[in-house]
């Protein structure tokens, strides 16, 4: 298996480098669902021992990232739609309660840039570039996950994202993304009011539309997938 990704990297966290690559390129596509993974083709071609790469690979089947059965078989995970979908409401609220509790600490600045990743995200589906989306969609929720100063949301949040933004990534030409500026519009509205509250629900709404549209889109694969098997 040879991949551009995949490059040679150098000490020190090999463990961590070797992870983030191959994290990166799930969650983005460029290793495709149920590709296989072949440890020793891995460390080859990152130029580093079997175990960074094995650690690595251990760590991303306990998020669910990829699978690995009897027989040495390990394998980028499919797309489960449904266990996206259960995750959008973990984020949801994760995104909300960061919003809450970053209110007090936010200031001009972070209006700024707020407003200005906002602005990236308009450009970028406008132009239909899903990984500058997603990327500036990222950047804007990231303002309220950082200035709320709880470690333990960023942790929870770093186990649900990929699962969110790689159905993201498979789905971003047919997912509706209009409504998204303008929520970002109101939820700045509400952070400059210094309004905690709304700003929290105004978030966790505008996590959930998308949510709700790919519970949506799941529901209506697998009704036809059972009349297609009827």
Request: glycine fraction near 2%; aromatic fraction near 6%; charged fraction near 25%.
């Amino acid at each position: 298996m040879k991949n551009n990704l995949i490059q040679k990297i150098s000490r020190p966290t090999l463990r961590d480098q070797v992870y983030d690559t191959l994290k990166q390129g799930i969650v983005t596509l460029e290793l495709l669902p149920e590709q296989k993974l072949n440890d020793t083709e891995l460390a080859e071609q990152f130029g580093v021992s079997r175990t960074p790469v094995r650690e690595a690979l251990k760590r991303l089947e306990d998020e669910g990232l990829i699978e690995s059965f009897p027989g040495a078989v390990t394998r980028v995970a499919p797309l489960y739609e449904q266990s996206a979908v259960h995750a959008f409401t973990v984020a949801a609220v994760l995104h909300s309660l960061a919003a809450r509790l970053s209110i007090p600490y936010l200031d001009t600045s972070h209006y700024d840039m707020l407003k200005q990743f906002n602005q990236e995200l308009i450009i970028a589906l406008q132009q239909q570039n899903a990984s500058a989306a997603i990327q500036a969609d990222d950047q804007f929720h990231d303002v309220f996950v950082q200035q709320a100063h709880n470690p333990e949301i960023i942790a929870a949040l770093s186990r649900v994202m990929p699962k969110i933004r790689r159905l993201e990534y498979a789905k971003f030409s047919s997912i509706d993304h209009t409504h998204s500026p303008e929520d970002h519009r109101l939820i700045i509205e509400a952070c400059e009011a210094k309004d905690s509250l709304l700003t929290a629900e105004r978030i966790e709404q505008n996590w959930m539309s998308l949510g709700n549209w790919l519970a949506s889109s799941a529901d209506h694969a697998q009704s036809a997938t059972d009349q297609g098997e009827r």
